[in-house]
């Protein structure tokens, strides 16, 4: 009897509620629980209720609960939609509401604020980089082509978005293309519009990787082109301006060009200087890491960093 009654107590709980979850973590307040979301589809899975069910077993005093209960579903590493999805399921029936909860914003307003989420905005099957439609990849090719600067919306990710903007927008298919948020429409008027030399004027225009570098030159009064950051240099010359650098204890921002290669190839052309690490003083080259070391020999690099010269 005393065996089983500990077998019993020992057992994984399938938990098949939010409430039942509720009341099992109100019982459980001040003990260990391990929680296991499973797909009764995936070997892994099965394979990890076993583990549960034998940690169980030698771990008494802790908790096991699984639960296989499928809410939504998300493909891939997209943070913004994963907001997106844990906010709408928070605010949703399936739990208790909190003393402090906002109700949940209302679709028109929702979907006006996604239409004027950028100058240019278009609603598509899938992302820019991973079109899943041929309409969609096709759109996304014409404002590339045109070097036009737009956000996107992957309406797969959204089922109360693809249906509501129908409506909002009296317009039944997709891909749709929002300017300032007025609907332009889709992938045929583009094309006319196209034709007709008219898309460039509508829509903004990405800014030229000239104009983009001297943005980003001068985006801080010190600014460090580098392979790496403040945080980690990934190469030995970007580690040896780092630390003479930090010795000065001036402000400087910087900037990992491995991790954009326009900006790492443009920046050579536009600076007339073929490596890195590059520094800049208020949008001017001062230069690489060797005539950083001269500087700093001469006793002119705080000067110079201050643009006292």
């Known amino acids: 009897m005393a065996a089983g009654?500990?077998?019993?107590?020992?057992?994984?709980?399938?938990?098949?509620s939010a409430g039942q979850f509720e009341e099992l973590l109100r019982l459980r307040a001040k003990s260990l629980v391990v929680v296991h979301f499973w797909a009764p589809w995936a070997p892994q899975c099965t394979q990890m209720n076993g583990?549960?069910?034998?940690?169980?077993?030698?771990?008494p005093q802790v908790s096991f609960v699984k639960n296989s209960q499928k809410i939504d579903r998300l493909d891939g590493a997209h943070a913004p939609?994963?907001?997106k999805k844990v906010q709408r399921h928070a605010s949703s029936g399936s739990f208790p509401p909190s003393g402090n909860e906002h109700p949940k914003e209302d679709l028109s307003l929702r979907l006006k604020k996604l239409i004027h989420a950028a100058p240019c905005m278009l609603f598509m099957k899938g992302t820019p980089q991973e079109p899943r439609c041929g309409f969609s990849k096709?759109?996304?090719?014409?404002?590339?082509?045109h070097n036009i600067q737009f956000s996107s919306?992957?309406?797969?990710?959204?089922e109360e978005v693809r249906q509501g903007l129908k409506t909002y927008s009296s317009w039944p298919t997709y891909p749709q293309l929002y300017v300032s948020g007025e609907l332009i429409g889709g992938l045929d008027i583009v094309k006319e519009l196209e034709a007709s030399?008219?898309?460039?004027?509508?829509?903004p225009k990405a800014p030229k990787l000239e104009e983009r570098l001297k943005v980003l030159t001068n985006k801080a009064s010190v600014m460090l082109f580098m392979k790496g950051n403040k945080q980690e240099a990934k190469c030995g010359f970007s580690k040896q301006i780092l630390e003479i650098l930090n010795s000065t204890g001036v402000d400087y921002e910087t900037f990992?060009?491995?991790?954009?290669?326009?900006?790492?190839?443009?920046?050579?052309?536009?600076s007339n200087w073929p490596t890195y690490p590059q520094l800049y003083v208020k949008g001017e080259l001062v230069g690489g890491l060797d005539i950083v070391k001269e500087l700093k020999e001469n006793g002119e690099l705080l000067s110079v960093l201050k643009a006292e010269n």
Not at 5 to 16: L, R, S, T
Not at 257 to 270: N, S
């Open 5 to 16: 009654a500990a077998e019993a107590a020992a057992a994984v709980v399938e938990v098949d």
């Open 138 to 145: 096709q759109m996304v090719e014409i404002l590339n082509k």
């Open 51 to 59: 583990v549960m069910a034998e940690l169980a077993k030698e771990q």
């Open 153 to 158: 919306f992957d309406i797969f990710s959204d």
């Open 197 to 203: 030399e008219e898309l460039d004027t509508i829509c």
């Open 256 to 270: 990992d060009i491995l991790e954009d290669e326009e900006v790492r190839q443009g920046l050579k052309t536009y």
């Open 81 to 83: 939609e994963l907001t």
